[in-house]
């Protein structure tokens, strides 16, 4: 199993460019989240999945918008970047969101928003 | 609203010395807490998840506790080796859908 892939790995955008990250688990799993990493912030959730074909806000959805293509395939977009969007986002999932469930990381892509 | 703490943000020790790590968190009505690792430019590694009901979790050299009512879990590492050098984050579950509200991590150094 690959686990929890996310692409790219690393990317640039200038203002106002629009781009599609990508997250994709093979291992099954109803819920799925997406978190951005800043410096001293720890993660913060942008997005989460219970199931496929439902989305719900979380911390910071300001910006970005998500698509749950299907049971393995949880999208996350820029529609307009700013500088403030530069960030590590990681994408996660989890068998079913309860508490008796751990969270599973992909690797992250690196965004940079010049 | 939650927030999770992490204090100190680095620690360095030499190994073979107990690592002690410490998260607090402001609202005891947690589901659950989980442990990550996070090595230099990777994602997170799942290390032990404790749920609410329970008072710790152990795995090798790993021992998690949770002490709901005062706000707090620790993490213990036992005789450190430079191989434990990374960021540990603690991030508490709480509300349907498990979501995870972490703390900022601590570095750990161990030296040779």
């Known amino acids: 199993n690959a686990g929890v892939t996310q692409t790219p790995k690393f990317q640039v955008l200038k203002t106002g460019q629009s781009m599609t990250l990508q997250c994709a688990q093979d291992m099954n799993h109803n819920s799925m989240y997406w978190y951005r990493q800043d410096p001293g912030m720890g993660l913060r959730l942008i997005y989460y999945s219970a199931s496929e074909g439902t989305t719900d806000k979380g911390e910071v959805p300001n910006g970005y918008n998500v698509s749950r293509l299907n049971k393995r395939e949880f999208s996350l977009r820029l529609e307009s970047a700013a500088p403030s969007q530069t960030s590590v986002y990681f994408c996660?999932?989890?068998?079913?969101?309860?508490?008796?469930?751990?969270?599973?990381f992909g690797p992250g892509t690196r965004l940079t928003v010049l | 609203k939650q927030e999770v703490t992490q204090i100190p943000a680095a620690l360095s020790v030499p190994e073979g010395e107990n690592l002690v790590l410490n998260c607090s968190f402001t609202d005891s009505a947690i589901y659950n807490l989980q442990w990550f690792r996070q090595d230099p430019g990777k994602g997170l590694t799942s290390l032990l998840l404790?749920?609410?009901?329970?008072r710790e979790q152990t795995s090798g050299r790993l021992n998690a506790s949770l002490d709901k009512s005062s706000g707090r879990s620790t993490l213990y590492i036992a005789a450190s080796q430079p191989g434990d050098s990374a960021t540990y984050l603690c991030a508490v579950g709480k509300a349907a859908g498990n979501k995870l509200t972490f703390g900022g991590g601590t570095r750990v150094l161990v030296k040779p």
């Open positions: 404790i749920q609410s009901s329970q």
């Open positions: 996660a999932s989890t068998p079913r969101g309860s508490s008796y469930n751990e969270q599973f």
